[in-house]
């Protein structure tokens, strides 16, 4: 069934609002890019791989029409312990978010072992011939209701089936410009991942991407799992190492054989690839953590189920939290009237001199209706 933002009753597709040409999203004290080789600084807040995209406009969607389909198992997925750990980054490598560390307790769980792949998201699709957010086209009248009053229509060329895909410069750009890099394409989608000259032949194997959490949601209700909170993915992902950097350890990443999917050289512009892979790698490419769950650090973000706050951890930290599931609602400084979901581990855009969020304590954020090229998700069940 096509929905729209009519009979939706999920989140808004308030990225309407979130009309952005050119932002200093990756620098929060404004203006000035500072340019990382080996860590971050206490403070200095490079970050957005997500916030403050080239304007995008979404199709509202819903879970509603989803039906469990009755055959959700533990295939494929491995038990992660119940436990307590410190939250948050133990060295001084964080962004601002990720401080102050806190106690929280997870109870167990199972997670996926890997990214859910296209063909697990093929086989959803075609039992429940659901249409991603992507695919969808946005309905003005519709997205009017949403918006502030008085906010003018887009062009016709913006309020198409699109997503965005990751275009790299041929020269180098300030990183304060998002836009240099993601380009808001008409036919990207899951099944058009580079846009729509792309495919997924010999893909199978690969994390699906250009799903927005929606549709994450939509996936894990019918697959009979849910998202993780990101307290159980941050507690899974550290597997039993307290107060470590990485999800192997304190090893830095470029050190040794190669530890996960990341971007190598000069970003955005120069990919050496040592890795072995300019974009999306197929699932299980790396070594897993001692959870044996793989590439929980790059490749592709992970959609997490608890909404955003900057300042959540600050929120929280005299508390002993059990089983925390996020804050009530959602706030980025960086574009306050756009709600965003929690992203987790970073991917294949993730270089030192930029966000690093191949650590294990980082943190990011992406609107709801939002679909990129490096972010997919993986499911838990109780
Ligand atoms: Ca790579």
Same mark, same amino acid.
């Given at each position: 069934?096509?929905l729209?933002?009519k009979?939706?009753?999920?989140?808004?597709?308030?990225?309407?609002?979130?009309i952005?040409?050119?932002i200093?999203?990756?620098?929060?004290?404004?203006?000035?890019?500072?340019?990382?080789?080996?860590s971050?600084?206490?403070?200095?807040?490079?970050?957005?791989?997500?916030?403050?995209l080239?304007?995008?406009?979404?199709?509202?969607?819903?879970?509603?029409s989803?039906?469990a389909?009755?055959?959700?198992?533990y295939?494929?997925?491995?038990?992660?312990?119940?436990?307590d750990f410190?939250?948050?980054?133990?060295?001084k490598?964080?962004r601002?978010?990720?401080?102050?560390?806190?106690?929280?307790?997870?109870?167990?769980?199972?997670?996926?072992?890997?990214?859910?792949?296209?063909?697990?998201f093929?086989e959803f699709?075609?039992?429940?011939?659901y249409?991603?957010?992507?695919e969808?086209?946005?309905d003005w009248v519709?997205?009017?209701?949403?918006?502030?009053?008085?906010?003018p229509?887009?062009?016709?060329?913006?309020?198409v089936?699109?997503?965005l895909?990751f275009?790299?410069p041929v020269?180098?750009v300030?990183?304060?410009?998002?836009?240099?890099?993601?380009?808001w394409?008409k036919?990207?989608d899951?099944?058009?991942?580079?846009? /729509?000259?792309? =495919?997924?032949k010999?893909?199978?194997?690969?994390? %699906?991407?250009? $799903?927005?959490w929606?549709? #994450?949601m *939509? &996936?894990?209700?019918w697959?009979?799992?849910?998202?993780?909170?990101?307290a159980?993915?941050?507690?899974?992902?550290?597997?039993?190492?307290a107060?470590?950097?990485?999800?192997?350890?304190?090893?830095?990443v470029?050190?040794?054989?190669p530890?996960?999917?990341?971007w190598?050289?000069?970003? /955005?512009?120069r =990919?050496?690839v040592?890795d072995?892979f300019?974009? %999306?790698?197929? $699932?299980?490419?790396?070594? #897993?953590? *001692? &959870?044996?769950?793989?590439?929980?650090?790059?490749n592709?973000?992970?959609?997490c189920?608890?909404?955003?706050?900057s300042d959540?951890y600050?929120q929280?930290?005299?508390?002993?939290?059990?089983?925390?599931?996020?804050?009530?609602?959602?706030?980025?400084?960086?574009?306050?009237?756009?709600?965003?979901?929690?992203?987790?581990g970073?991917?294949?855009?993730?270089?030192?001199?930029?966000?690093?969020?191949y650590r294990?304590? *980082?943190?990011?954020?992406?609107?709801?209706?939002?679909g990129?090229?490096?972010?997919?998700?993986?499911?838990v069940?109780?």
């Amino acid at each position: 069934m096509r929905l729209t933002g009519k009979n939706s009753s999920s989140v808004i597709a308030i990225c309407a609002v979130a009309i952005v040409a050119v932002i200093a999203a990756c620098n929060q004290s404004g203006g000035k890019v500072a340019a990382r080789t080996d860590s971050i600084p206490k403070g200095d807040t490079i970050m957005s791989c997500t916030s403050n995209l080239p304007s995008r406009f979404a199709a509202a969607t819903s879970t509603d029409s989803i039906v469990a389909n009755g055959k959700s198992s533990y295939v494929g997925m491995v038990k992660i312990p119940g436990g307590d750990f410190q939250m948050g980054a133990a060295d001084k490598e964080g962004r601002p978010d990720e401080y102050p560390q806190h106690a929280v307790h997870v109870d167990g769980f199972y997670m996926d072992a890997t990214e859910v792949t296209n063909a697990q998201f093929m086989e959803f699709v075609k039992a429940t011939h659901y249409l991603t957010t992507a695919e969808r086209t946005p309905d003005w009248v519709e997205l009017q209701k949403q918006l502030p009053p008085g906010t003018p229509k887009p062009a016709d060329s913006l309020l198409v089936a699109a997503s965005l895909v990751f275009t790299p410069p041929v020269h180098a750009v300030a990183l304060n410009d998002v836009s240099q890099w993601w380009q808001w394409v008409k036919g990207a989608d899951w099944k058009h991942p580079e846009g /729509p000259g792309s =495919n997924l032949k010999g893909k199978e194997n690969y994390p %699906v991407v250009q $799903v927005s959490w929606d549709d #994450a949601m *939509a &996936y894990a209700k019918w697959a009979g799992k849910r998202l993780p909170t990101e307290a159980e993915w941050e507690w899974a992902a550290r597997a039993g190492l307290a107060n470590q950097t990485y999800t192997w350890g304190n090893e830095p990443v470029e050190k040794g054989q190669p530890k996960a999917n990341i971007w190598q050289g000069h970003f /955005p512009d120069r =990919n050496t690839v040592a890795d072995g892979f300019a974009r %999306v790698a197929p $699932v299980k490419s790396f070594a #897993a953590n *001692a &959870y044996g769950l793989y590439d929980v650090a790059g490749n592709v973000w992970e959609w997490c189920s608890d909404w955003y706050r900057s300042d959540y951890y600050a929120q929280v930290a005299a508390k002993k939290l059990e089983n925390p599931t996020g804050p009530a609602a959602s706030y980025d400084p960086d574009e306050p009237t756009v709600p965003k979901r929690v992203v987790r581990g970073g991917s294949f855009l993730c270089h030192a001199s930029y966000c690093a969020s191949y650590r294990v304590s *980082a943190r990011m954020k992406t609107s709801p209706d939002t679909g990129l090229e490096h972010t997919g998700f993986r499911c838990v069940k109780q």
